[in-house]
T-cell receptor
Protein backbone atom coordinates (compact mmCIF):
# COMPACT_ATOMS: atom_id res chain seq x y z
CA UNK A 1 0.00 0.00 0.00
CA UNK A 2 0.98 3.66 -0.14
CA UNK A 3 3.56 4.89 2.32
CA UNK A 4 3.88 8.26 4.01
CA UNK A 5 3.99 11.06 1.46
CA UNK A 6 5.18 14.62 1.87
CA UNK A 7 4.91 17.69 -0.28
CA UNK A 8 6.61 19.60 -1.62
CA UNK A 9 9.79 17.57 -1.90
CA UNK A 10 11.83 20.76 -2.15
CA UNK A 11 10.97 24.31 -1.13
CA UNK A 12 13.10 27.39 -1.55
CA UNK A 13 11.78 30.50 0.14
CA UNK A 14 12.97 33.94 1.03
CA UNK A 15 13.72 34.88 4.60
CA UNK A 16 10.63 36.27 6.26
CA UNK A 17 8.10 34.39 4.17
CA UNK A 18 5.72 31.77 5.57
CA UNK A 19 5.83 28.16 4.37
CA UNK A 20 3.52 25.19 4.71
CA UNK A 21 4.71 21.61 4.56
CA UNK A 22 2.27 18.78 4.11
CA UNK A 23 2.29 15.19 5.31
CA UNK A 24 -0.07 12.41 4.28
CA UNK A 25 0.34 9.52 6.70
CA UNK A 26 -0.39 5.90 6.01
CA UNK A 27 -4.12 5.33 6.06
CA UNK A 28 -5.29 4.17 9.46
CA UNK A 29 -2.22 5.31 11.34
CA UNK A 30 -3.31 7.23 14.38
CA UNK A 31 0.06 8.71 15.35
CA UNK A 32 1.92 11.30 13.30
CA UNK A 33 5.31 12.82 14.00
CA UNK A 34 7.27 15.73 12.58
CA UNK A 35 11.06 15.78 12.76
CA UNK A 36 13.75 18.08 11.46
CA UNK A 37 17.23 17.28 10.26
CA UNK A 38 19.51 20.22 9.78
CA UNK A 39 22.60 19.91 7.58
CA UNK A 40 25.15 17.70 9.27
CA UNK A 41 22.95 17.27 12.32
CA UNK A 42 20.94 14.43 13.75
CA UNK A 43 17.21 14.13 13.75
CA UNK A 44 15.27 16.46 16.04
CA UNK A 45 11.77 15.79 17.30
CA UNK A 46 9.30 18.62 16.67
CA UNK A 47 5.73 17.53 17.41
CA UNK A 48 3.50 14.51 17.51
CA UNK A 49 -0.20 13.87 17.20
CA UNK A 50 -2.05 10.88 18.57
CA UNK A 51 -5.66 10.47 17.53
CA UNK A 52 -7.81 13.31 18.78
CA UNK A 53 -5.60 14.11 21.77
CA UNK A 54 -3.89 17.46 22.12
CA UNK A 55 -0.57 17.31 20.29
CA UNK A 56 2.75 17.24 22.07
CA UNK A 57 4.37 20.46 20.89
CA UNK A 58 7.32 20.37 23.23
CA UNK A 59 9.88 19.98 20.44
CA UNK A 60 8.86 23.03 18.43
CA UNK A 61 11.87 25.40 18.42
CA UNK A 62 9.91 28.65 18.49
CA UNK A 63 6.42 30.08 18.28
CA UNK A 64 6.97 30.61 14.57
CA UNK A 65 6.38 26.89 14.18
CA UNK A 66 2.92 25.37 14.33
CA UNK A 67 1.28 22.22 13.10
CA UNK A 68 -2.19 20.91 12.73
CA UNK A 69 -3.74 17.65 11.77
CA UNK A 70 -7.13 17.75 10.16
CA UNK A 71 -9.57 14.91 10.46
CA UNK A 72 -6.97 12.73 12.09
CA UNK A 73 -5.16 12.31 8.80
CA UNK A 74 -3.26 14.94 6.82
CA UNK A 75 -0.96 17.23 8.76
CA UNK A 76 0.47 20.62 7.89
CA UNK A 77 3.58 22.09 9.48
CA UNK A 78 3.65 25.87 9.15
CA UNK A 79 6.72 28.03 9.65
CA UNK A 80 6.06 31.73 9.85
CA UNK A 81 8.59 34.44 9.09
CA UNK A 82 11.19 31.89 8.04
CA UNK A 83 14.79 32.35 9.07
CA UNK A 84 17.93 30.92 7.50
CA UNK A 85 18.40 28.58 10.45
CA UNK A 86 15.08 26.96 9.54
CA UNK A 87 16.77 25.43 6.49
CA UNK A 88 16.60 21.68 6.99
CA UNK A 89 14.91 18.52 5.84
CA UNK A 90 11.55 18.16 7.52
CA UNK A 91 10.49 14.57 7.96
CA UNK A 92 7.10 13.18 8.79
CA UNK A 93 6.45 9.72 10.16
CA UNK A 94 3.34 7.81 11.13
CA UNK A 95 2.63 4.75 13.18
CA UNK A 96 -0.37 2.67 14.05
CA UNK A 97 -0.30 3.66 17.70
CA UNK A 98 1.92 6.07 19.53
CA UNK A 99 2.40 3.71 22.42
CA UNK A 100 5.65 1.98 22.63
CA UNK A 101 5.64 -1.01 20.42
CA UNK A 102 4.68 0.16 16.99
CA UNK A 103 7.14 1.11 14.30
CA UNK A 104 7.29 4.45 12.60
CA UNK A 105 7.19 4.77 8.86
CA UNK A 106 8.99 7.78 7.46
CA UNK A 107 8.10 9.96 4.52
CA UNK A 108 10.72 11.12 2.00
CA UNK A 109 11.00 14.54 3.61
CA UNK A 110 10.74 18.12 2.44
CA UNK A 111 14.01 19.94 1.92
CA UNK A 112 13.49 23.56 2.95
CA UNK A 113 16.03 26.18 1.93
CA UNK A 114 15.62 29.71 3.27
CA UNK A 115 17.63 32.25 1.30
CA UNK B 1 26.21 14.26 27.58
CA UNK B 2 23.76 13.08 24.93
CA UNK B 3 21.09 10.69 26.10
CA UNK B 4 21.82 8.43 23.13
CA UNK B 5 25.41 7.86 22.10
CA UNK B 6 26.51 5.95 19.04
CA UNK B 7 29.91 4.63 18.11
CA UNK B 8 31.76 4.85 15.91
CA UNK B 9 30.73 8.12 14.30
CA UNK B 10 32.29 7.05 11.02
CA UNK B 11 33.26 3.63 9.78
CA UNK B 12 34.92 2.58 6.54
CA UNK B 13 35.29 -1.12 5.81
CA UNK B 14 35.97 -3.47 2.95
CA UNK B 15 33.21 -5.40 1.27
CA UNK B 16 32.56 -8.65 3.10
CA UNK B 17 33.61 -7.45 6.52
CA UNK B 18 31.49 -7.96 9.62
CA UNK B 19 30.24 -4.59 10.85
CA UNK B 20 29.20 -3.62 14.36
CA UNK B 21 27.63 -0.31 15.32
CA UNK B 22 26.99 0.42 18.98
CA UNK B 23 24.36 2.47 20.78
CA UNK B 24 24.29 3.35 24.47
CA UNK B 25 21.54 5.27 26.16
CA UNK B 26 21.01 6.76 29.59
CA UNK B 27 17.22 6.97 29.90
CA UNK B 28 14.59 4.37 30.64
CA UNK B 29 13.14 3.15 27.41
CA UNK B 30 10.22 1.17 26.13
CA UNK B 31 11.73 0.47 22.71
CA UNK B 32 14.82 1.09 20.63
CA UNK B 33 14.85 1.67 16.90
CA UNK B 34 17.57 1.25 14.33
CA UNK B 35 17.07 3.40 11.27
CA UNK B 36 18.94 3.56 7.97
CA UNK B 37 19.31 6.81 6.08
CA UNK B 38 20.63 6.60 2.54
CA UNK B 39 22.61 9.38 0.86
CA UNK B 40 19.43 10.59 -0.84
CA UNK B 41 17.96 11.23 2.61
CA UNK B 42 15.26 8.59 2.78
CA UNK B 43 14.88 6.89 6.15
CA UNK B 44 13.93 3.28 6.61
CA UNK B 45 13.16 1.65 9.90
CA UNK B 46 15.30 -1.48 10.20
CA UNK B 47 14.40 -2.81 13.62
CA UNK B 48 12.39 -2.03 16.67
CA UNK B 49 13.54 -3.84 19.80
CA UNK B 50 12.41 -3.99 23.37
CA UNK B 51 14.42 -7.04 24.35
CA UNK B 52 16.67 -9.75 22.99
CA UNK B 53 17.66 -10.02 19.38
CA UNK B 54 16.18 -9.65 15.93
CA UNK B 55 17.51 -10.74 12.56
CA UNK B 56 16.54 -9.65 9.09
CA UNK B 57 18.65 -10.94 6.26
CA UNK B 58 22.23 -9.89 6.88
CA UNK B 59 21.25 -7.51 9.66
CA UNK B 60 21.14 -8.44 13.31
CA UNK B 61 20.15 -6.17 16.18
CA UNK B 62 20.59 -6.93 19.85
CA UNK B 63 19.67 -5.08 22.98
CA UNK B 64 20.71 -5.45 26.60
CA UNK B 65 18.20 -3.57 28.72
CA UNK B 66 20.21 -3.91 31.94
CA UNK B 67 23.32 -2.45 30.35
CA UNK B 68 21.35 0.09 28.28
CA UNK B 69 23.16 -0.92 25.16
CA UNK B 70 22.26 -2.09 21.69
CA UNK B 71 24.32 -3.24 18.73
CA UNK B 72 23.57 -3.43 15.05
CA UNK B 73 25.57 -6.00 13.10
CA UNK B 74 25.90 -6.38 9.37
CA UNK B 75 27.30 -9.66 8.07
CA UNK B 76 28.99 -9.95 4.66
CA UNK B 77 28.82 -6.19 4.18
CA UNK B 78 28.23 -4.79 0.72
CA UNK B 79 28.71 -1.33 -0.82
CA UNK B 80 24.94 -0.90 -0.93
CA UNK B 81 24.98 -1.02 2.88
CA UNK B 82 26.72 2.37 2.81
CA UNK B 83 24.42 4.72 4.69
CA UNK B 84 23.97 6.50 7.99
CA UNK B 85 22.66 4.21 10.71
CA UNK B 86 20.70 5.92 13.44
CA UNK B 87 19.81 4.59 16.85
CA UNK B 88 16.68 6.05 18.44
CA UNK B 89 15.05 5.28 21.76
CA UNK B 90 11.50 5.79 22.93
CA UNK B 91 11.38 7.04 26.50
CA UNK B 92 9.21 5.03 28.83
CA UNK B 93 7.89 8.14 30.59
CA UNK B 94 6.67 10.27 27.70
CA UNK B 95 6.97 8.14 24.53
CA UNK B 96 9.20 10.75 22.93
CA UNK B 97 11.88 9.55 20.57
CA UNK B 98 15.47 10.58 21.19
CA UNK B 99 17.90 10.10 18.33
CA UNK B 100 21.58 9.35 18.30
CA UNK B 101 23.73 11.37 15.94
CA UNK B 102 24.17 8.45 13.59
CA UNK B 103 27.04 6.32 12.33
CA UNK B 104 28.19 6.96 8.79
CA UNK B 105 29.14 3.64 7.21
CA UNK B 106 31.07 3.39 3.97
CA UNK B 107 31.71 -0.04 2.47
CA UNK B 108 34.42 -0.15 -0.15
CA UNK B 109 34.13 -2.58 -3.07
Amino acid sequence: GAGVSQSPSNKVTEKGKDVELRCDPISGHTALYWYRQSLGQGLEFLIYFQGNSAPDKSGLPSDRFSAERTGGSVSTLTIQRTQQEDSAVYLCASSLFVYRTYEQYFGPGTRLTVT
Amino acid sequence: KNEVEQSPQNLTAQEGEFITINCSYSVGISALHWLQQHPGGGIVSLFMLSSGKKKHGRLIATINIQEKHSSLHITASHPRDSAVYICAVRGNRDDKIIFGKGTRLHILP
